[in-house]
């Protein structure tokens, strides 16, 4: 079976969502139809629209209307309706861009000749906190017939703590999504966060981080893109803390703007999987300042290289390291430089080859 000849279908909780999982793996999609796959999009819920931009090649199909909730809950439903849409359209190979939904296609893929691959986007850690990923994963495990994790700290709590083949895991990064740009902006006074404003990434701390440094430094910005449920909470905390110059964007979809305009990044999450906006902010030459939390930042950043790391929830030291960089600009610009090469080898291109790759290899 030839590459162009192979039907490959993403499955996604809702492509409505405009999170990194669903830009991931969209971004994926669009790859493989360049390379002359038959690609698919199935969409578990019908919430809507895709947020990110598809390929007018590849064809979207719904598998549940709102209305149909009673029904999902009766677990065998959606899977009947998946197994028949996988028969009706051939799949060759399934892919689940949330490992959740593994409940469902580990089961709908039998008595067909469909490759499963569950596709994890989650850390090994927070997995574990949510027993709907754990029953996932345990059927994964043994159903799929490939999982992809995304980081090599993963891989090897994989192998080492569920006992997964290695014959069965592996590794493959996300990649950056945009363009490799190297005019890094040296004389900008502007630090940039990218996220959904939840607990999750840590904006409360960057507030307090933030608070400190701001004393020092009344030129510098920070701009903050995203929203999210504790908008209105961290709003408050940022007028409790009487700051001046810490700037709720909102959502945008011209966040290029904001990394050309910026010469740092700061990520204060608590918890990631391999955050796409490490590689976003490096793609534009910036330096990152993150905390080493699981997992992700320690196999992105090297210290004092191409940005900090920073010991997890230490808001003394991240705002520090803001106060470093501010001061240190012979050091920033080659701080940028690095930042440029460190996400050399994961462009769409090369990302690309190895999900070509392992898709080959489910035949061989």
């Known amino acids: 079976m030839s590459g162009n000849s192979k039907r490959i279908c993403f499955c996604s909780g809702a492509i409505s969502r405009s999170g990194g999982t669903e830009r991931v793996g969209t971004i994926i999609a669009n790859e493989l139809c360049q390379r002359g796959y038959e690609v698919y999009i199935l969409s578990f819920w019908d919430h809507g629209k895709s947020y990110f931009e598809i390929d007018k090649r590849i064809e979207i199909s719904y598998l549940l209307k709102p209305r149909e909730g009673k029904l999902y809950r009766t677990y065998i439903y959606p899977i009947v309706k998946l197994h028949n849409f996988i028969k009706k359209k051939k799949i060759d190979v399934f892919i689940d861009i ?33 027993r709907k990923r754990i029953k996932a994963k345990l059927l994964a495990k043994k159903y799929a017939d490939k999982i992809v994790v995304l980081t090599k700290t993963d891989l090897q709590k994989h192998t080492d703590s569920m006992n997964i083949s290695k014959d069965k895991i592996c590794n493959i990064y996300n990649p950056s999504p945009f363009k490799f740009n190297s005019n890094y902006n040296y004389n900008s006074k502007q630090f940039i966060s990218v996220g959904r404003l939840t607990h999750q990434k840590g904006y409360d701390l960057l507030l307090e981080a933030w608070s400190i440094f701001e004393k020092e430094n009344k030129q510098w910005h920070l701009n903050l893109v995203g929203n999210g449920e504790d908008e209105i909470k961290l709003k408050e905390k940022c007028k409790e803390l009487s700051l001046q110059n810490f700037i709720f964007v909102g959502e945008t979809k011209n ?19 391999f955050p796409m906006v490490i590689l976003e902010a490096q793609s534009f030459g910036l330096p990152v300042i993150a905390f080493n939390c699981k997992t992700g930042p320690a196999e992105m950043i090297e210290n004092e290289v ?40 994961l462009s769409i291109e090369k990302i690309g080859v190895q999900w070509e790759d392992l898709i080959e290899s489910l035949f061989e």
């Open 98 to 130: 949330d490992t959740t939904l593994t409940a469902y296609s580990a089961h709908a893929v039998k008595g067909t000749r469909c490759k499963l691959i569950s596709w994890e986007h989650f850390n090994y850690w927070t997995m574990m906190e949510d």
């Open 306 to 345: 191409n940005g900090y790391l920073v010991e997890e929830l230490n808001v003394n030291e991240l705002a520090r390291k803001m106060i470093d960089f501010a001061e240190q600009r012979e050091r920033a610009e080659r701080m940028s430089i690095e930042a440029t090469k460190s996400v050399a080898n």
């Open 255 to 273: 966040v290029k703007e904001y990394y050309q305009n910026s010469s740092c990044y700061l990520l204060s999450s608590r918890y990631e999987g």
